[in-house]
C-alpha cells in the first residue's frame, strides 16, 4: 500500500540536502508519498497513470482543467514518511511503515515508473 497527497502548484523550490542544493520547478504537481510494509512495485504503474490523469491543472485556452500529461506541467516527487504515522497518546507510531532500504527501492521504481509514462515530456523529476 502507499499513501499519497497531491498539490497543484505554479512553481515550488524545494531543499533537499538542509544545505544549499535546492530542486526547482515549474507549474504542475507535488507527489507526496510513502510505502506501507505490504507496498509492492506491481501496483506503481497503476499507481502513476492515476496520478498523471487528474486534471489539476488549468489551461486557459480550454477554458477548463486538464491532467500534467496534457499540460505538460512538471512533477516533484517527496519521501513523506509522516504521513503513515498513526497517533497513540502524544506519540506517532509507525508500525506500518516499510523499512527504509524497500521504501527506498520503491521511491525509485515510482520515479522511473513516472518517467516511463511521462517519456514524451523532458522535464525531469
Known amino acids: 500500500m502507499a499513501k ?3 498539490q497543484t502548484i505554479n512553481s515550488a523550490s524545494l531543499l533537499v540536502n538542509n544545505v544549499d542544493q535546492w530542486v526547482d520547478v515549474g507549474a504542475g504537481i507535488i507527489v507526496y508519498v510513502v510505502f506501507g510494509k505490504e507496498a509492492t512495485v506491481d501496483k506503481l504503474p497503476i499507481l502513476v497513470e492515476t496520478l498523471l490523469a487528474q486534471e489539476t491543472q488549468w ?22 514518511a509522516s504521513m503513515i504515522g498513526k497517533l497513540k497518546a502524544k506519540k506517532p507510531q509507525y508500525h506500518t511503515l516499510i523499512d527504509k532500504a524497500k521504501g527506498a527501492e520503491l521511491y525509485l521504481a515510482l520515479v522511473e515508473e513516472f518517467k516511463k509514462q511521462r517519456s514524451h515530456n523532458t522535464t525531469p523529476l
Not at 489551461?59 to 513523506?80: C, F, H, M, R, Y
Open 4 to 6: 499519497v497527497a497531491v
Open 59 to 80: 489551461d486557459d485556452t480550454a477554458n477548463k482543467k486538464v491532467s500534467v500529461l496534457e499540460s505538460g506541467g512538471d512533477v516533484l516527487i517527496v519521501p513523506q
